[in-house]
């Protein structure tokens, strides 16, 4: 268990109590236990100075891919949980498109279990929406549920049958969890490798069309309408998905959504040359749908920052471009990437950075942590935000090294990360 | 010859990196070789002691062949790996059959492969020089260059010229190299076929588009007619190929509607009577052979190049002088 730490004199950012201001926080018993301007600690107290640095409550990303089971030579739950941890992030979801796949009890504990022994970030399993994920009936929703999914998804897929999305919705309002859907309609965009538009007709390379998740964004929000439940879509990309769940949201529909930091970030021009590494699902998009996600996630459209971390071996990356698989590790670079070029840019404040990554996140999937209130759970994440480094894919803590940021140069990053009291990360 | 001096840079993956001056230079060069294949002897010095991998994923016959004929009648020492039967088909990565190669000391590898950026992936690797035989749906250069020189060779020229692209360009890789050639030459360029197969986005790279032949044949000077595959009927882009070669068949009697004269090439093999009539292909204003001399020339001029040879002295070059 872990001793009492007392955070000094950082800049506390914490929007749950709209707090920003200099502050001390003490750690005690894995719960935060005082803050206030000046709190004194007994001797035995470990004391980090928090000069300069920023505290804010630990970042939570609820869209991550830990592989294992079954695909343990890309990630493992262990390797995740650090790489999550020296991110900034105290949580993450783990996505059941593993195999087999997180659709039964026993899986959800069997994550639960990987990921306690990690003893990094806390890994919270996210269930299958479609026993198998095959799309076709519902999962062991509630069993999975009591044993500790925060919620459901078939993600890496969508759910093609909107009769069982109706499902889903209506039957995960009885556990309080949300139904999290990857908007796309796969007889438009199955054949597809990147988006669609000039540069896959340059290349060559068949295209996704926008109005691929467009479609799937919009029937998910009517069909959230329609039952009153919970959808929460994931690494929306689209400049008409944007705007349809802004209107959505102002009927009143119950819904969250993800922007990944690639997709706030990078256009489809990175993916010229055939970069497999900046090849995923949904695709690099244009300019303006890059603006839109943007102006999505500064007014709060967007609730939630996560990565879709998505580790690939680099043997299965050191292929013709349209032989190799999607996603990109996120993980690691989230937090830099996201401070030197979306705060940094003005696209949004610090204070909603803290929002979007830590507050916004814990509520949609219902999970401790997003404050630094006297009595929540001590997970703290403690920020450099002047410290400048440069992205080198081989000193991940992931098994995978994927990533169309090698290179960059980016200001801001981790300096501890606390898991219920203890430093997972950092010195 | 001097590896670094090379005017195409080390590899040829596509038309669209190339300047125009460079495609001229291929085109120029590919003048003089075109003699060789008419001699009694059909063998010249130029590639003596270089080692060529002819490495076809994809079934291929004509430029195969093509190539090999080049190669053979420079002197190069070549070998043929087709993908049935080769350790391709028990599992070998790209990667590790590219470094499997370059282990045993060769000095060029052609390509095919049915993934769009497969030759810039294996260019990227090895430093062999790369030629690429065309990579799923985007380039096939050396076509796109047979074609250019084969216009050259009965119009007089390339720029000004009107030149329209018919048939399933969405996946095909001749279209594109066609498309930037063409572009960079000058000529004016248009497509035509059904708009499944010819989506309006085409028009963004500089192209008219047509979707119907008969305004392509008004417009054209030249019409280059790209074979249909079963597949695209299959897949569903069209509905049937009586259908295709009723609206978008290239006939005598279209043809003959024309305000002039149109020249018509094929980069085979044809499908007589889905995308092109047998009377056309066989016709007066057909190139289709004279495209398949081109092509050994053209792939003459590629090799001689990238080997660093210069421009100016393929004519030399011939007669066994360094």
Redesign the interface.
């Known amino acids: 268990m872990s001793g009492h730490i007392l955070l000094r004199g950082g800049r506390v950012v914490d929007p749950s109590q709209k707090l920003d201001a200099v502050r001390d926080v003490l750690l005690a018993d894995g719960r935060v236990a005082k803050l206030g301007e000046r709190v004194d600690a007994s001797p035995d107290t470990r004391v980090l100075d928090c000069t300069d640095l920023v505290v804010t409550p630990g970042l939570v990303d609820v869209h991550v891919h830990l592989r294992e089971p079954g695909g343990e030579h890309k990630e493992t739950i262990a390797t995740g949980a650090r790489a999550a941890a020296a991110g900034g992030f105290t949580a993450v979801c783990a996505m059941p498109n593993t195999d087999p796949p997180i659709d039964d009890p026993a899986t959800v504990g069997f994550v639960l279990a990987e990921g306690r022994r990690a003893g990094a970030a806390r890994v919270y399993p996210v269930g299958c929406i479609s026993a198998g994920r095959k799309g076709e009936r519902l999962a062991l929703i509630g069993e999975m549920v009591e044993t500790g999914a925060v919620a459901i998804t078939d993600d890496g897929s969508p759910v093609m049958d909107s009769g069982l999305m109706r499902l889903a919705l209506l039957y995960a309002q009885a556990f309080g969890i949300p139904v999290a859907d990857h908007p796309e309609d796969l007889t438009l965009s199955a054949r597809g490798h990147m988006n ?3 540069v896959a ?6 295209g996704k069309p926008n109005a691929a998740e467009d479609i799937h964004i919009v029937r998910d929000l009517l069909l959230a309408e329609l039952t009153g439940g919970h959808i929460h879509l994931q690494h929306v990309s689209t400049r008409f998905g944007v705007e349809s769940i802004r209107q959505a949201k102002g009927r009143g529909v119950h819904v969250t959504a993800e922007a990944s930091p690639h997709h706030l970030i990078l256009d489809e021009s990175a993916v010229e ?2 970069r497999t590494d900046a090849k995923m699902n949904p695709p690099l998009r244009t300019p303006e749908d890059v603006a839109a996600v943007r102006a999505g996630l500064a007014d709060g459209t967007l609730d939630v920052i996560a990565t879709d971390h998505a580790p690939h071996h680099y ?1 299965e990356k ?6 190799a698989p999607n996603g990109i590790v996120g993980l690691e670079t989230a937090l830099g990437l996201v401070l030197t070029h979306v705060v940094g840019k003005g696209v949004i404040d610090l204070p909603t950075m803290v929002e979007r990554m830590s507050c916004q996140p814990a509520r949609a999937f219902g999970l401790d942590g997003g404050t630094l209130a006297e009595g929540s759970v001590a997970d703290v994440t403690v920020l450099d935000p002047a410290a400048t480094w440069t992205v080198d894919p081989r000193a991940f803590r992931s098994k995978s090294r994927n990533t169309p940021f090698a290179g960059w140069e980016l200001r801001g990053r981790t300096r501890w990360t606390i898991v219920g009291g203890s430093v997972v990360f950092g010195k | 010859m001097n590896q670094a001096a090379s005017a195409l840079g080390k590899d040829l993956v596509g038309l ?1 990196p190339l300047s125009r001056e460079q495609i001229v230079a291929i085109l120029d060069t590919a003048e003089p070789f075109k003699e060789i294949s008419e001699r009694r002897i059909k063998k010249v010095p130029v590639l003596r002691g270089k080692t060529i991998v002819n490495l076809f994923f994809e079934a291929s016959t004509r430029t195969r062949v093509s190539f090999e004929f080049a190669e053979k009648r420079l002197s190069a020492d070549t070998v043929n790996i087709a993908a049935a039967g080769s350790s391709v088909v028990k599992g070998e ?3 590790d059959t590219a470094r499997n190669l370059e282990a045993m000391r060769i000095d060029m590898v052609v390509m095919r ?1 049915g ?4 030759a ?2 294996l260019a990227e690797r090895i430093p062999s020089n790369v030629v690429n035989a065309g ?5 096939h250069p050396t076509q796109g260059l047979l074609d250019m020189l084969t216009i050259r060779d009965h119009l007089g020229r390339i720029e000004g010229l009107k030149v329209c692209v018919v048939g399933d360009v969405l996946h095909s ?1 001749v279209a ?1 190299s066609n498309i930037h050639g063409l572009l960079k030459l000058g000529a004016e360029v248009a497509l035509c076929g059904p708009p499944t197969l010819v ?1 309006p ?2 028009r ?2 500089g192209v008219e588009v047509f979707t119907r032949v008969e305004d392509a044949i008004q417009w054209a000077d030249v019409l280059n007619v790209l074979r249909l595959q079963l597949e695209r009927m299959e897949a569903g882009y069209v509905p049937s190929l009586r259908e295709y070669n009723r609206i978008w068949g290239v006939s005598n009697a279209r043809l003959d509607a024309a305000p002039h004269d149109v020249l018509i090439l094929h980069p085979g093999p044809m499908n007589r009577g889905v995308e092109i009539d047998s009377d056309v292909a066989d016709g007066p204003h057909s190139v289709i052979l004279n495209q398949v001399t081109n092509g050994v020339a053209v792939r003459m001029a590629v090799l001689y190049l990238l080997a660093g040879g210069q421009p100016e002295k393929a004519e030399a070059a011939k007669q066994g002088a360094e």
């Open positions: 669609a538009g000039l007709t340059r290349l060559g390379v068949p040359g055939y043997d050191e292929a013709a471009f349209t032989d | 669209e990565t790209l990667v492969h993934s769009s950026g497969a810039a992936f990579d799923g749906a985007h380039e890789r594109r989506p986005v085409f963004e790279l």
